[in-house]
């Protein structure tokens, strides 16, 4: 990684976090929470209604804002040079084809 794509990574973070905090205290609904995180780049069919469950249930419960993408990043680790070898090796052979 670059120290761009650091700073650019832990402002997205940062934005979801701030998102996250506006939906759990009933600032943002829920299309309109949808339509943002498709912005940030996040629209898995599997993952955008598990993280709107999730920050249900913090609204439910009460919970002022939301830790788990902090929890997240913590355990984010950057990939070994062998890795970042392979990827650009797939990525190369799938642009021969």
């Known amino acids: 990684?670059?120290?761009?794509?650091?700073?650019?990574?832990?402002g997205q973070r940062a934005a979801l976090?701030?998102?996250?905090?506006?939906?759990?205290?009933g600032h943002?609904?829920?299309e309109q929470f949808i339509e943002a995180l498709k912005g940030f780049g996040v629209h898995d069919p599997v993952d955008v209604p598990f993280l709107i469950a999730a920050l249900d249930a913090c609204?439910?419960?009460?919970?002022?804002?939301?830790?788990?993408?902090?929890?997240?990043?913590?355990?984010r680790k950057r990939a070994?040079?062998?890795q970042v070898s392979y990827i650009q090796s797939l990525l190369s052979d799938k642009e021969e084809k």
Request: without cysteine.
């Open 80 to 82: 070994s040079d062998r």
């Open 1 to 10: 990684m670059t120290p761009l794509s650091d700073a650019l990574d832990a």
């Open 59 to 75: 609204r439910e419960w009460g919970v002022s804002e939301p830790t788990m993408t902090q929890r997240v990043a913590e355990e």
């Open 17 to 25: 976090k701030a998102l996250e905090k506006a939906y759990v205290a």
């Open 28 to 30: 943002v609904e829920p």
